[in-house]
């Protein structure tokens, strides 16, 4: 597509149900990235993935939270037993190949748990 | 491992006048430096980056940023502001020796008054 495609858009959730978040990323784009903004702070990075490598996962801030990536297309990321300090702007982005280029971000996920 | 300080939460200029929103940053090998720009009720987008080169970089909408390795700074200027500047500005780096993980900074608001 022509930019990076998050979904949903808005999701509200109660406190303790699992929530799945998904980005649709440029096509070629080989790196993806994930990053949370909580109201009045800056980008906390989450995960990122860059082609078939390993993911770096060390943004990850509990073991509720994980990713998948296949190949390079679509990812999830999944918020288990979801708690109100998960609340958040979820940011996805991706990049070409390359280290020395920009992120293209999409629209993000404002979640919401209450 | 890297990091990235904005020391302004808000920076405040009149319209016409220069603005510089400031950007320290800490890596351990050569630092990828990036700015972003976050209008309101739009996603993140790419302004500018230094990789190598000149040390002044030249962006989107007259933004430009002058990269000082003795200073460690990578601060955002432009000569004459407009009031449709007003925004959230964000500094990231990437350490260029290796990894794709990349590190924002809390963000500065900007205000332009007419």
């Known amino acids: 597509g022509a930019g990076v495609s998050q979904s949903p858009s808005n999701k509200v959730t109660e406190k303790g149900k699992d929530v799945e978040l998904r980005c649709d990323p440029i096509?070629?784009?080989?790196?993806l990235y994930w990053y949370r903004q909580s109201l009045g702070q800056g980008l906390e990075f989450l995960i990122y993935?860059?082609?078939?490598?390993?993911?770096?996962k060390s943004g990850l801030p509990s073991d509720r939270f994980s990713a998948e990536r296949t190949g390079e297309s679509v990812s999830t990321l999944t918020i288990q037993r979801t708690q109100q300090e998960d609340s958040a702007v979820y940011l996805c982005?991706?990049?070409?190949?390359?280290?020395?280029?920009?992120?293209?971000f999409g629209s993000g996920t404002r979640l919401t748990v209450v | 491992a890297q990091s990235v300080a904005q020391p302004e939460d808000q920076v405040n200029v009149a319209e016409g006048n220069p603005l510089t929103v400031k950007c320290t940053y800490s890596?351990?090998?050569?630092?990828?430096l990036f700015w972003y720009v976050q209008y309101p009720n739009r996603g993140l987008q790419f302004l500018l980056k230094?990789?190598?080169?000149?040390?002044l970089v030249k962006g989107s909408y007259g933004f430009e940023a002058e990269f000082n390795k003795s200073q460690t700074s990578f601060h955002l200027k432009k000569p004459s502001a407009l009031v449709s500047d007003s925004a959230l500005y964000f500094c990231?780096?990437?350490?260029?020796?290796?990894?794709?993980?990349?590190?924002f900074g809390a963000g500065t608001r900007l205000f332009v008054k007419a």
């Open positions: 982005a991706s990049s070409p190949p390359g280290a020395a280029r920009g992120y293209t």
């Open positions: 096509s070629g784009h080989t790196a």
């Open positions: 993935f860059q082609g078939n490598s390993a993911p770096d």
């Open positions: 890596v351990s090998g050569n630092p990828y």
């Open positions: 230094y990789i190598t080169g000149d040390n």
């Open positions: 990231a780096v990437r350490d260029g020796g290796g990894g794709f993980k990349t590190i």
